[in-house]
């Protein structure tokens, strides 16, 4: 990991505050996430972490601070920030009446991927999708559907990849079979990611950093594998629900 | 503005089109429907009336013309409803597809159903009644040029509502040709019309167009400048379309709208 953090990050946060109202969703939040580092975002419902996400995404414009992806500024270059990124998230399926090929290359040119075809395939293969080709997705199970959707977020080889609860809808055999698929071409690649998930035993198995989020605010950051060691828990499970219930107890209030 | 982003929306449609009866046949089923009615309804005016006034190209004429620009108002729409009904705003908007380039796609889009169904208009209205586009000679190429931008300009300005509003909004949208009519002055002079409500006619080009195309039937000139008023006019409501849109996707990125679509928690 030591050796992921020497190299100019893929993305970097700055101060990132988003406010509706009187509301706090994120409270000056910063990060980086590196090449080919996996980077957790946890936190309870509400925490701000699908904030951060659409922040990141360009589809939620911040109250305060910056995004950097890849060297570009968000901001002041949307479309070339965003042709750096790309995502998959539960809650956005692929549109359901066009098939996995149809979709894969709508988003392609959406991407500008230039070697389509090759591509496409690639990630087909990559996620087991060659036999749904010229399927539907709507009629695909949950996880098929989370598969094709993953595989539109590796189709632009993207230098920020954001999952949002990646395996949620899945079982654990394909849930295993697609975080390794996902460490598999980060490791090969130069894309950084970063990850929410509820599911502690994914997270420790592959992110190579974490964040707490509570009420907007990173108030834990490390090792996921060594961190609840330093807070005198067994597991990060045990940490996050510390985390989530008694943060002062742990020393770590908010600030 | 790249080229291949903005035809990913037309692609798009494309694939729906070819794979969906039930989006292939109302491109021709409602458009075949009023030609057939109002042909009859043609027939039937010549009929009782008995006057040299050439009912087929003023009266079911104006019909085909104003479908058309139906059609492309609704062309505009329905490729953006796609993405409100397949709850695809996040997967679309997170690209680098940029804002002319998405109304660019949806303008092609457009374009390519609202000429499927001015084909099938000029088929049916020609076979079964006699209407041909020679008896406006030239000056139909700036008709429809006018009631085209104006569609545009209408499909934008819809959009722009359903997505400040919420997916129910879509509600507002149908309707919009069917309130305008009566001041467009589709099926009758504008003279016919009360003093104030002329006023408004003016600000809408169709209503220059369907001015004229009378004009020419009965056999009388175009006010050619009058044309370039109606021309200036669409494209003026094109601008001003377009920058209302983005001001409401604007709007909707800063207050996460656009995120939460689907909740309508619009305020």
């Given at each position: 990991m030591d050796a992921t953090r020497d190299r100019q990050p893929v993305l970097n946060v700055a101060g990132l505050r988003k406010h509706y109202g009187t509301i706090?969703?994120?409270?000056g939040i910063s990060f980086e996430v590196c090449p080919r580092e996996i980077v957790g975002l946890l936190g309870l419902n509400g925490a701000g972490k699908t904030t951060t996400i659409s922040m990141i995404l360009g589809v939620l414009e911040p109250t305060a601070g910056s995004i950097t992806i890849a060297g570009v500024d968000l901001a002041r270059h949307r479309s070339r920030a965003l042709a750096q990124t790309n995502f998959a998230a539960v809650y956005a399926p692929l549109p359901g009446n066009l098939t996995v090929w149809e979709n894969l290359r709508v988003f392609g040119l959406l991407y500008g991927v230039k070697d389509f075809k090759a591509r496409a395939e690639k990630v087909m293969d990559q996620l087991d999708l060659k036999k749904f080709r010229d399927t539907k997705c709507g009629v695909l199970s949950s996880g098929e559907q989370t598969r094709v959707g993953l595989a539109k977020a590796l189709l632009n080889r993207p230098r920020v990849l954001l999952l949002d609860e990646p395996t949620a809808s899945i079982d654990p055999a394909s849930a295993k079979d697609i975080r390794q698929t996902i460490r598999a071409a980060v490791r090969q690649s130069d894309t950084g990611v970063l990850w929410t998930s509820h599911n502690m035993y994914e997270v420790e198995e592959v992110c190579d950093r974490v964040l707490f989020l509570s009420r907007g605010e990173i108030i834990l950051e490390g090792d996921p594998k060594t961190l609840p060691a330093q807070y005198g828990r067994q597991t990060l499970e045990e940490l996050f629900i510390s985390v989530a219930r008694e943060p002062l107890e742990l020393g770590m209030e908010e600030r | 503005m790249k080229l291949s982003r903005m035809a990913a929306i037309p692609l798009r449609q494309f694939y729906l089109y070819r794979g969906s009866v039930a989006r292939l046949v109302p491109m021709f089923a409602w458009v075949t429907i009023d030609m057939v009615l109002w042909g009859f309804m043609t027939k039937f005016l010549g009929g009782v009336t008995q006057t040299q006034y050439r009912f087929v190209p003023a009266l079911l004429g104006a019909v085909l013309f104003w479908d058309f620009m139906t059609r492309v108002m609704q062309g505009v729409t329905t490729a953006f409803f796609e993405d409100v009904w397949t709850r695809n705003f996040l997967n679309v908007f997170g690209t680098p597809l940029t804002m002319p380039e998405y109304i660019g796609g949806l303008l092609v889009s457009s374009m390519a159903t609202s000429a499927v169904g001015l084909v099938v208009m000029l088929a049916v209205a020609g076979l079964g009644f006699g209407l041909s586009f020679a008896a406006y000679g030239v000056m139909v190429i700036p008709f429809l040029l006018v009631l085209f931008l104006f569609g545009m300009a209408l499909g934008i300005g819809a959009i722009a509502i359903v997505l400040r509003l919420g997916p129910a909004a879509e509600w507002f949208v149908w309707p919009i040709p069917a309130l305008l009519s009566p001041f467009a002055a589709v099926y009758y002079p504008l003279s016919t019309l009360p003093p104030w409500i002329r006023w408004i006619s003016h600000l809408l080009p169709p209503s220059y167009v369907f001015e004229g195309m009378r004009n020419v039937v009965a056999g009388h000139g175009v006010n050619t400048a009058l044309l370039g008023v109606a021309l200036a006019l669409s494209l003026a409501y094109i601008l001003a379309a377009y920058l209302v849109f983005t001001s409401v996707f604007r709007h909707a990125v800063k207050t996460g709208l656009l995120a939460r679509y689907s909740a309508e928690s619009v305020s």
């Open positions: 706090q969703a994120v409270n | -």
